[in-house]
Nanobody, 123 residues
Framework: QVQLVESGGGLVQAGDSLRLSCVVSGRTFSSSTMAWFRQAQGKEREAVALINWSSASTYYAASVEGRFTISRENEKNTVALHMNSLKPEDTAVYYC????????????????WGQGTQVTVSS
């Protein structure tokens, strides 16, 4: 089993920055993909940023590319999402997720999920 615990959400103003963290514990896989998804009220869950744990290859949604950065800290078993220049449309519950295998943007391919952390960006 893999356990994921997110932290770092909160209420910020447009243009501010925020850092989300996801601590990974339990069984992990060297070829795993770690992901940040988000779900705004009334909308589907969408992939925001992905990273391969071993190769560090990444994917970003077009809406966040250039503003968000995903990173992993192997020694701490942590995946972070650095969010800059936040916009009101970034408001959502952000989820950390993990899967064994390559980068995938479809949430159905992820077996492990954190509880989510709320990010609210005021205008």
């Amino acid at each position: 089993q893999v356990q994921l615990v997110e932290s770092g959400g909160g209420l910020v103003q447009a243009g501010d920055s925020l850092r989300l963290s996801c601590v990974v514990s339990g069984r992990t896989f060297s070829s795993s993909t770690m992901a940040w998804f988000r779900q705004a009220q009334g909308k589907e869950r969408e992939a925001v940023a992905l990273i391969n744990w071993s190769s560090a290859s990444t994917y970003y949604a077009a809406s966040v590319e250039g503003r968000f950065t995903i990173s992993r800290e192997n020694e701490k078993n942590t995946v972070a999402l650095h969010m800059n220049s936040l916009k009101p449309e970034d408001t959502a519950v952000y989820y950390c997720a993990a899967r064994k295998g390559s980068l995938q943007t479809n949430a159905k391919y992820y077996s492990y999920w954190g509880q989510g952390t709320q990010v609210t960006v005021s205008s």
